[in-house]
């Protein structure tokens, strides 16, 4: 009997055998044909709902208005639960672990779709939570307005106040007034921050700063260790030039150096140059079109942008957003600018910047899969902006634009070169705050994190947190709520718009001064641009882009060579 059931135990197993082997799914197939179908399917979802989200978008920055914010945080939701569908993201991870898609582009875009679908993948609860979150802080921000002794203020009329005023109690006032949006918003960001940091736990980062880098390509380590070169670099020359700010601003206010505060350095966060030098370039702006400048300008070096202006909203309205920025719509030519147009220097550069973006975005390889027709990295397309504002403050472009004559250029010459170094290293020290706040916010929330955004202001740009202040000024600054652990890509950006600089005076221009280029009229400028930079799209990763345009992977030792006067 025993031997009798042992034989039918073994007839069973072996039959449990040949079943499972008949029923067992069939591996997936992962082939690039495959690949080619989960693509069509992907870009048959993703691309109209895109163009729809940033439609919408676009839309609730002008108007303020809570419907538009609510069909744009709804529309958001729905395009991120097309990469939080677990089923998809398993797919693209069968691929990745197949190994079999080689072709260089069909590989390219498996690898920025899986990490696009990684950063989704946690519960949709908690997606839509953040989501929601967002769209509820930015509508605070878009229709926040300053109020000054009793009078309504836009952040126009606030940097006004604080470039034009030596009125130390006007100053402070509307300096203290800014910030007010802070306390409306910090509870909301340290929320924000917190359901950030658990899904990018979830997901097996450290927290959602590393997260956000490493999905973008960047080594945070080597980043970090950049901004440590960097501080090296400009610790020593901005300390003396902030004793020449200190001593300028103490006899423009009456004051001793001593009892310098914040708000009497020209601007809200001091991350802008205060006007030292006897140069003002307002007055070159203030009775200009700036947008037909603009147009004139891009036109000039081969880059036409008026059907970039025709969809634009370039001036202030209420409850609009009242920053400036550059939305490609839909990856095929539609490109558009938001911005606040005051005839004056800040805004000439503001323009010159945005549609620099504007662009990068328009002239990108239409034969290119929709998914690399983009920039190679956000601070690549922060480094066209940034090559371009920069001639705003600049003789020579003044002179070409036909907006001061050959006298006034050598009148300003110096002046305008020292305000242009002063800038860079005043935005060099400010970039420092943020990249490394942030860094802090996200490793620790529950620190005093208004203690420690003074600390970091003091130690890297010598301001001194104004007695007995103890307010969320940090969360005031609108990038740490909706554009989170982004901004050293403008001082990545910086460093390729002087690489950038060089390359195209040398190699393009066959010129040995590279200081003084306007590139006004020269439309070979645009066709490096469009050829070398615009339409390689994320084709490559960007350091790969910037060595095939310029030679050499980044390096900070232009920038260094422009502005800290390194060899």
């Known amino acids: 009997m025993q031997g009798k059931f042992i034989l039918v135990i073994v007839a069973i197993f072996l039959l449990a055998v040949v079943v499972t082997a008949v029923v067992k799914k069939p591996a997936a197939d992962c082939s690039e044909k495959a690949f080619k179908k989960f693509l069509a399917q992907y870009e048959a979802k993703v691309v109209p709902l895109s163009k729809e989200v940033a439609?919408?978008?676009?839309?609730?920055?002008?108007?303020?208005?809570?419907?538009?914010?609510?069909?744009?945080?709804?529309?958001?939701?729905?395009?991120?639960?097309?990469?939080?569908?677990?089923?998809?993201?398993?797919?693209?991870?069968?691929?990745?672990?197949?190994?079999?898609?080689?072709?260089?582009?069909?590989?390219?875009?498996?690898?920025?779709?899986?990490?696009?679908?990684?950063?989704?993948?946690?519960?949709?609860?908690?997606?839509?939570?953040?989501?929601?979150?967002?769209?509820q802080i930015e509508q605070k921000f878009n229709t926040f307005r300053a109020q000054v002794e009793g009078k309504?203020?836009?952040?126009?009329?606030?940097?006004?106040?604080?470039?034009?005023?030596?009125?130390?109690?006007?100053?402070?006032?509307?300096?203290?007034?800014?910030?007010?949006?802070?306390?409306?918003?910090?509870?909301?960001?340290?929320?924000?921050?917190?359901?950030?940091?658990?899904?990018?736990?979830?997901?097996?980062?450290?927290?959602?700063?590393?997260?956000?880098?490493?999905?973008?390509?960047?080594?945070?380590?080597?980043?970090?260790?950049?901004?440590?070169?960097?501080?090296?670099?400009?610790?020593?020359?901005?300390?003396?030039?902030?004793?020449?700010?200190?001593?300028?601003?103490?006899?423009?206010?009456?004051?001793?150096?001593?009892?310098?505060?914040?708000?009497?350095?020209?601007?809200?966060?001091?991350?802008?140059?205060?006007?030292?030098?006897?140069?003002?370039?307002?007055?070159?702006?203030?009775?200009?079109?700036?947008?037909?400048l603009t147009a004139e300008y891009y036109k000039g070096i081969g880059l036409p942008v008026d059907d970039i202006i025709a969809r634009s909203d370039l001036y202030e309205k209420p409850g609009k957003y009242q920053h400036a920025f550059s939305s490609d719509i839909d990856r095929n030519g539609d490109a558009r600018v938001l911005c606040s147009v005051k005839p004056d220097s800040y805004w000439m550069n503001t323009l010159l910047h945005e549609f620099g973006h504007s662009v990068y975005s328009k002239f990108n390889d239409r034969q290119l899969p929709w998914t690399l027709r983009d920039a190679a990295h956000a601070f690549t397309t922060e480094a066209i902006a940034n090559m371009f504002g920069r001639f705003a403050a600049s003789p020579a472009w003044l002179r070409d634009m036909s907006l001061i004559d050959a006298a006034e250029?050598?009148?300003?010459?110096?002046?305008?070169?020292?305000?242009?170094?002063?800038?860079?290293?005043?935005?060099?020290?400010?970039?420092?705050?943020?990249?490394?706040?942030?860094?802090?916010?996200?490793?620790?929330?529950?620190?005093?994190?208004?203690?420690?955004?003074?600390?970091?202001?003091?130690?890297?740009?010598?301001?001194?947190?104004?007695?007995?202040?103890?307010?969320?000024?940090?969360?005031?600054?609108?990038?740490?709520?909706?554009?989170?652990?982004?901004?050293?890509?403008?001082?990545?950006?910086?460093?390729?718009?002087?690489?950038?600089?060089?390359?195209i005076a040398s190699s393009v221009l066959h010129s040995a001064e590279a200081q003084n280029q306007s590139f006004v009229g020269r439309c070979e400028v645009g066709r490096f641009l469009v050829d070398r930079v615009f339409k390689p799209g994320m084709r490559w990763p960007w350091n790969e882009m910037i060595e095939r345009a310029t030679g050499e992977k980044l390096t900070a030792k232009y920038y260094a060579r422009q502005f800290v006067g390194e060899k």
């Open 409 to 503: 250029v050598q009148r300003i010459a110096a002046p305008s070169r020292d305000a242009l170094r002063l800038q860079q290293m005043v935005f060099s020290r400010w970039a420092q705050v943020m990249f490394r706040f942030e860094k802090s916010l996200y490793e620790n929330p529950d620190q005093d994190l208004n203690r420690r955004w003074w600390e970091l202001v003091e130690k890297y740009q010598l301001l001194k947190m104004p007695a007995g202040r103890h307010e969320p000024d940090w969360a005031a600054k609108i990038h740490i709520a909706l554009y989170p652990c982004y901004y050293h890509n403008y001082l990545l950006g910086e460093l390729l718009a002087s690489q950038l600089l060089y390359h």
């Open 55 to 135: 439609l919408a978008a676009f839309q609730a920055s002008i108007s303020g208005n809570d419907e538009d914010f609510q069909r744009s945080a709804d529309l958001q939701i729905q395009l991120n639960k097309i990469s939080a569908d677990p089923s998809e993201f398993a797919r693209l991870k069968a691929f990745k672990a197949a190994a079999l898609i080689r072709e260089p582009l069909l590989k390219r875009q498996l690898d920025i779709i899986y990490d696009s679908f990684l950063e989704n993948q946690i519960p949709i609860a908690e997606m839509e939570a953040m989501v929601k979150l967002q769209a």
């Open 152 to 292: 309504t203020m836009t952040d126009n009329d606030i940097e006004h106040i604080l470039r034009t005023s030596s009125d130390s109690h006007q100053l402070q006032a509307a300096w203290k007034a800014s910030k007010a949006i802070g306390r409306l918003v910090a509870a909301d960001i340290l929320k924000l921050v917190k359901l950030r940091n658990d899904a990018a736990r979830k997901l097996g980062f450290v927290d959602f700063r590393e997260m956000q880098l490493k999905l973008s390509e960047q080594d945070p380590q080597a980043i970090e260790g950049l901004f440590d070169e960097l501080d090296g670099l400009t610790r020593t020359g901005f300390a003396e030039l902030k004793k020449n700010i200190d001593k300028f601003m103490a006899v423009r206010c009456g004051l001793d150096t001593e009892q310098l505060q914040p708000w009497h350095y020209q601007n809200r966060y001091f991350q802008e140059a205060p006007l030292i030098y006897p140069v003002d370039l307002d007055v070159y702006y203030q009775d200009k079109d700036l947008v037909r």
